[in-house]
Nanobody, 122 residues
Framework: QVQLVESGGGSVQAGGSLKLSCAVSGPSYGRYCMSWFRQAPGNGREGVAAIDDVGRITYSDSVKGRFTISQDNAKNTLDLRMDSLKPEDTAMYYC????????????????WGQGTQVTVSS
């Protein structure tokens, strides 16, 4: 059973930076991506960044050029570096295991973390 535990959320002013981490334990089978999703109040979950099992990285248009996803296989962690944060980035952020090739699609998520809150003030 895969377990995902996020950390690193918090409050920051617009233009600031945060780094989220996800501790990953348990096996994943078949082709998969490690992805970050977010959900703002009143909205559905949105995929923002993913790295698949051959190292291919994908970003949503809303975060491209500002967010950086990385994976430390030795530490079994998935990180999301968020720079130039905007108030519209305010959301609960979730780490997830997703079936390839639907790395940013919530309906193909196999496992979710519990989430970590990011709040960006103007």
């Amino acid at each position: 059973q895969v377990q995902l535990v996020e950390s690193g959320g918090g409050s920051v002013q617009a233009g600031g930076s945060l780094k989220l981490s996800c501790a990953v334990s348990g096996p994943s089978y078949g082709r998969y991506c490690m992805s970050w999703f977010r959900q703002a109040p009143g909205n559905g979950r949105e995929g923002v960044a993913a790295i698949d099992d051959v190292g291919r990285i994908t970003y949503s248009d809303s975060v491209k050029g500002r967010f950086t996803i990385s994976q430390d296989n030795a530490k079994n962690t998935l990180d999301l570096r968020m720079d130039s944060l905007k108030p519209e980035d305010t959301a609960m952020y979730y780490c997830a295991v997703v079936s390839v090739p639907f790395c940013l699609t919530p309906g193909y998520v196999r496992n979710w973390g519990q989430g970590t809150q990011v709040t960006v003030s103007s």
